[in-house]
T-cell receptor
Framework: GNSVTQMEGPVTLSEEAFLTINCTYT??????LFWYVQYPGEGLQLLLK?????DKGSNKGFEATYRKETTSFHLEKGSVQVSDSAVYFC???????????FGKGITLSVRP | GAGVSQTPSNKVTEKGKYVELRCDPI?????LYWYRQSLGQGPEFLIY????????DSGLPNDRFFAVRPEGSVSTLKIQRTERGDSAVYLC????????????FGPGTRLLVL
């Protein structure tokens, strides 16, 4: 079956630090990969996505590259801001079924 | 435009009671999804509607859970004989046509079963 594994959290960084959040997956078929973000008090929002190998998704300064050879989709940002404090979820979709499969999520706290 | 809305935002009930959770998807979206998120976990799929029909209900944990979407818009998730283990945040999402398109999530209903 499909699964997504995220690095253990929480993660605490100082403003302007470099961010990497690891995500690896197991899937049958050729998944589309997503990062969703949940800001405090808000619903899940799509941050970025990639639909095929070597694609790079980007949004709000965040980037993630679909690496088929390592089955990974790590999230990076060069300089985090306090406003990036949120819970980040990696997810996949294969089309063999209708659902998103999510990782456990990781809480990011950015201090001024 | 308006996003996905869910009501109530919070629901407290007693073990054994019946609850209904409502989801209003984005207007015109034919695909609607229910997920359940337990504390410290990612959302887990429950059921997917395409129009009025449940296209995939493989995530419903048992027959106490049931969902309907009679007119292809609003959906109701129904839980009978609630148990303490049903306590979670229930999330609804919609997408324009399904099939891997972006799913837009509502704020969720936080259910607490005492």
């Amino acid at each position: 079956g499909n699964s997504v594994t995220q690095m253990e959290g929480p993660v605490t960084l100082s403003e302007e630090a470099f961010l990497t959040i690891n995500c690896t997956y197991t899937a049958t078929g050729y998944p589309s990969l997503f990062w969703y973000v949940q800001y405090p008090g808000e619903g899940l929002q799509l941050l970025l996505k990639a639909t095929k190998a070597d694609d790079k998704g980007s949004n709000k300064g965040f980037e993630a590259t679909y690496r088929k050879e390592t089955t990974s989709f790590h999230l990076e940002k060069g300089s985090v801001q306090v406003s990036d404090s949120a819970v980040y979820f990696c997810a996949l979709y294969t089309g063999a079924n209708s659902k998103l499969t999510f990782g456990k999520g990781i809480t990011l706290s950015v201090r001024p | 435009g308006a996003g996905v809305s869910q009501t109530p935002s919070n629901k407290v009930t007693e073990k054994g009671k019946y609850v209904e959770l409502r989801c209003d998807p984005i207007s015109g979206h034919t695909a609607l999804y229910w997920y359940r998120q337990s504390l410290g976990q990612g959302p887990e799929f429950l059921i997917y509607f395409q129009g009025t029909g449940a296209a995939d209900d493989s995530g419903l944990p048992n027959d106490r859970f049931f969902a309907v979407r009679p007119e292809g818009s609003v959906s109701t998730l129904k839980i009978q004989r609630t148990e303490r283990g049903d306590s979670a945040v229930y999330l609804c999402a919609s997408s324009q046509r399904g099939g891997g398109e972006t799913q837009y999530f509502g704020p969720g209903t936080r259910l607490l079963v005492l």
